[in-house]
């Protein structure tokens, strides 16, 4: 089973940009659509953006829609999460789940296949 590892979550400003990464070493990344998750203190996992294995669809929160961008380069394998226009109710872990094969739209928690372990986004007003 393939291991993801988020990187690239920090400290920002309300306004700020930054980008979060999520990376597997395995030869079976490019079968794995990607979805891109959250998780505030005392709230459950929220899905945030998702990515099909090819790259060829993607999807969005009503939340972020307009100001975070997913995309994937699967020969690096690596997927992207660009946040822009931050606000300080995106403070949250995020995690990168992985689910083999499928070809939808819609991304649930329960449905990963794997996780990573999380990275810290912490947006300050």
């Known amino acids: 089973q393939v291991q993801f590892v988020e990187s690239g979550g920090g400290l920002v400003r309300a306004g700020d940009s930054l980008r979060v990464s999520c990376a597997a070493s395995?030869?079976?990344?490019?079968?794995?659509?990607i979805g891109w998750f959250r998780q505030a203190p005392g709230q459950e996992r929220e899905f945030v953006a998702g990515?099909?294995?090819?790259?060829?669809?993607?999807y969005y929160a009503d939340s972020v829609k307009g100001r975070f961008t997913v995309s994937r380069d699967n020969a690096k394998g690596t997927v992207w999460l660009q946040m822009n226009s931050l606000k300080p109710e995106d403070t949250a872990v995020y995690y990168c789940?992985?689910?083999?094969?499928?070809?939808?739209?819609?991304?649930?928690?329960?449905?990963?296949?794997?996780w990573g372990k999380g990275t810290l986004v912490t947006v300050s007003s």
């Open positions: 990515i099909s294995w090819s790259g060829g669809s993607t």
């Open positions: 395995e030869h079976t990344f490019g079968q794995y659509s």
């Open positions: 789940g992985g689910q083999r094969y499928y070809s939808g739209g819609v991304y649930f928690a329960k449905n990963m296949d794997s």
